[in-house]
């Protein structure tokens, strides 16, 4: 499983730090009468924050796929030429960050590969927890010397299914997939096409959102979330079901069952991953930040002049806060918004100074002032340790932090790529030693119960795994040694 963390997300702002990243951003459009090409860049641009490493998009008009991929964000991607150049009446897209597979462009998304039918393409967000298993059904339905190039390639897990699906025993790909998605395990929303139809499934868990909407002209999307239907002007129809199979085509929307439903949501989505704007089973992700925030004041008060955020990911929930603390919301860092990826990585001198590409503080609003800092999770701790260190120094009288999750103490293996488990902060450590590690007057997490609470899902839907350890799903076997908790140093 590749670790990798070498782009300045969210959280990434020390370039010694890694977020939680979510794997990727899936898009499809079944619509003659469109230009799915623009549409579907449109769309990828929506999801950008769930994968900025790669963007690719598969079109068809009918007779052939037509695919254009390339490292970096859909911006840097696409152009006019490249969209143009993309014709057809359905489209997979697809932006992409690595958690299974190396970072290159033989991995980038939608992956190609022959079918009984002609060509598929397929975009996929989560993760795989059965991978031998599936490569060894590659040796026995393709072929050893298949299987033997897969895994001399590093094949990604995507990578897998495509080449499955190409397994030319059944007369149609309906009729592949819905042999196969049985024997698949772990997280995904894969979303795939032939020469003339559009395909979208769901893990039994449901574990990544992905949702169905409806064009004006009768065409149809599916998509991570619902900001990527909004931007094109579709219609949000439905939440495409746990364990469903769904075939797009001109006589509309088929729907299958491949397994029975076993909803467990990830709980991360309502803290971090989905957009603020995103609508997860019915509950919007800005008012339950919001909420959480709430919660996090009833659980956690203090004395204080100011309520302010981690930008941007901290300013629902430090809202909340501010609402229910009669505390004042205030903003005492200003944000950047032109710095995105970079690969320039400091000298050990300057790593300090890393965290001002992307923050800066505001003095006159800061000096004196007893500040309540919110932000969403902490990984290792690095940014909120330079935070802290940085309101100090431009006069904080005191800082207390509050975080809107609980402590994050294990590895997610369905799509999420956060430090390994001795790199984790709350792993080893008690509240009170992660308090002096950070520098703060006082640190303070939500409890599990009022995060879930926040969600209006019911615990037993959701997957908190990353909070809990208990996984819905099995992780993979030899991935099993993460779980491990290693000798940490205070």
């Given amino acids: 499983m590749s670790r990798r963390g070498d782009g300045l997300l969210n959280h990434d702002i020390d370039p010694g730090e890694k977020g939680p990243q979510d794997a990727c951003g899936v898009f499809g459009i079944f619509a003659p009468d469109e230009e799915v090409a623009k549409l579907?860049?449109?769309g990828l641009y929506a999801l950008q924050h769930r994968g900025q490493e790669?963007?690719?998009?598969?079109?068809s008009p009918g007779d052939k796929i037509l695919v254009f991929k390339d490292?970096?964000?859909?911006s840097q991607v696409f152009d006019e030429g490249a969209l143009e150049a993309l014709q057809g009446h359905v489209a997979v897209g697809h932006a992409r960050y690595s958690t299974t597979g190396a970072s290159t462009w033989a991995n980038a998304q939608p992956t190609l590969g022959p079918s009984r039918s002609g060509t598929v393409a397929l975009g996929h967000n989560g993760n795989l927890t059965n991978t031998e298993q599936l490569l060894d059904m590659v040796g026995e339905r393709l072929g050893a010397e298949r299987r033997a190039d897969m895994v001399k390639q590093g094949a990604s897990d995507t990578m897998i299914i495509t080449a499955l699906l190409g397994w030319e025993r059944y007369e149609t790909l309906t009729e592949t997939a819905l042999e196969l998605l049985p024997h698949v395990e772990g997280a995904f929303s894969f979303v795939f096409m032939d020469e003339t139809t559009l395909y979208a499934a769901r893990d039994?868990?449901?574990v990544r959102p992905l949702v169905l909407g409806e064009m004006p002209s009768g065409g149809?999307?599916?998509a991570s979330e619902t900001p990527a239907l909004d931007i094109v002007g579709a219609r949000f129809v439905r939440e495409v079901e746990p364990g469903e199979f769904l075939t797009i085509d001109a006589n509309g929307v088929h729907s299958q069952r491949f397994a029975t439903a076993d909803p467990k949501g990830c709980v991360f989505e309502f803290v971090y991953l989905a957009r603020p704007d995103t609508t997860i089973n019915g509950r919007s992700i800005h008012a339950a930040r919001v909420e959480m925030g709430r919660a996090l004041a009833r659980e956690h008060p203090v004395d204080a002049d100011m309520v302010m955020p981690t930008p941007e990911s901290g300013t629902p929930a430090a809202v909340g806060y501010a609402q229910e603390s009669g505390i004042p919301f205030g903003q005492g860092l200003?944000?950047?918004a032109?710095?995105?990826r970079t690969f320039i990585q400091p000298s050990q001198t300057l790593r300090q100074l890393g965290i001002r590409l992307k923050l800066n503080p505001l003095r006159e609003q800061i000096a004196g002032k007893r500040l309540v800092v919110v932000d969403d999770s902490i990984v290792r701790g690095n940014t909120q340790r330079a935070i802290v260190s940085m309101l100090r120094e431009a006069g904080a009288a005191e800082v207390h932090v509050r975080i809107s999750s609980p402590p994050v103490q294990w590895p997610c293996f369905y799509g999420i790529d956060f430090a390994?488990?001795?790199e984790l902060a709350a792993v080893g450590h008690t509240v009170d030693e992660i308090r002096d590690q950070l520098g703060a007057d006082s640190l303070g997490y939500i409890s599990a119960d009022g995060m879930i609470a926040a969600t209006e899902q019911a615990r037993e839907r959701l997957c908190t795994a990353c909070f809990t350890g208990e996984y819905p799903i099995a992780p993979p076997i030899d991935a099993r040694h993460l779980l491990a908790v290693q000798p940490v140093e205070a």
């Fill in 334 to 336: 200003t944000k950047n």
């Fill in 71 to 74: 490292m970096g964000l859909v």
């Fill in 338 to 340: 032109y710095v995105g």
């Fill in 54 to 59: 790669s963007a690719g998009i598969a079109t």
């Fill in 220 to 222: 149809w999307v599916v």
């Fill in 204 to 206: 039994p868990q449901g």
């Fill in 40 to 42: 579907t860049y449109f």
């Fill in 420 to 422: 390994t488990r001795e």
